[in-house]
């Protein structure tokens, strides 16, 4: 049954769910499944995009998030632009090819204005060479094309879960939370020239394997160019915090959270997938477990150690109390003993956009 469905990139939701519950010897064979389509349509490069976690302010109020705007125990904080262009300096200089500028939700004109002024600085100081991805939520079709046209040609936008039932249990259901402007702004980025990431957070409450299984088809159905998915961490200044007794041990939403990266590889081989971050607040080299079963790209922060503690989405996260450095040097040998190599000053592109935009 399982090699049948191994050698398969068409999948019904029954054939996911079955994957993502294996153990044993046929959770092994998923996982050297998803290993050899990575090192067959990707290789063992990885690419670093150098995150920037610029501010934590934001307008939303996303029921798992810990800088939600109704959290009043933050501090909250706006690095300077001097700041981001130093830190997109520090990605330049270290070769990492590419940086991710990522924050809370804003949408206003001022926003808009600053965030474009920071993409045609960023390609300025680094001579046009370094790629730049940005995670900056909902927008007007408007801003998300004066952003590509300033020079950011990757987005992440995390659909958070495709299913719309569970998508309202997790977000409040009013005009700022839509289901469906979420879906619109993903195709919007799509149209207008992104390479298009999403992602969903796995082991929520109420969260079921169908649920996840409808999460990878709808990433395939919407065609993706990359995947950012991690484990969902609860943080106590969240209300979905008093879910937690109900969650699975974080050690089943790290193991979860591999199967369906691996599924995904199955699904959508060329695409890029990022090994999350969360997953090394649970596991020491949780990132680098991904790496060897599908994922290609690695987000090491890079944003200046004193504000790390303030972007807290959740409890635990890994490396606030380093600086970006230090970062570099655990994750160059890590990344080695997991037979990956780092693909300096390249873009890392997503090998599927190439593709799709050919067709
Ligand atoms: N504000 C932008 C947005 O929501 O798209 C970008 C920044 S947001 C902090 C980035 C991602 O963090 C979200 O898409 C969400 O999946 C993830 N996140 C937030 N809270 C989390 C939690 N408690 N556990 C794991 N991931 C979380
Ligand atoms: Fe804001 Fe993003 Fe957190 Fe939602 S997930 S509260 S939009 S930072």
Redesign the pocket.
Known sequence: MIQDILNRQALTQEEIIYLLQTKGEERTLLFKKSAELKQRYIGNKVYFRGLIEFSNI?RKD?L????RRSNKHINRYDLTDEDILKAAEFAYKENYGSLVL????LMNNAFTDRVEYLLKSIKKLSNNQLGITI???EQSEETYQKWFDAGAHRYL??I?SSNPELYYKIHPNNATHKFDTRIDSLKTLKKVGYQTGTGV?VGLPFQTFEDLAGDLLFMQELDIDMCGM??????HETPLYQYKDQLLPLKERFDLTLKMIAVLRILMPDINIAAAT?LQAIDPIGREKALKIGANILMPNITPGMYRDSYA??ENKPCTDEDASDCKNCLEARIKLSDNEIGYNEWGDSPHFRIRNLN
């Open positions: 934001c996303c798992y998030c810990g800088i990522q924050s809370g939700e995670s900056l939520g936008l995390r958070e957070m991690g484990p969902y961490i609860e943080h969360a989405l959740y």
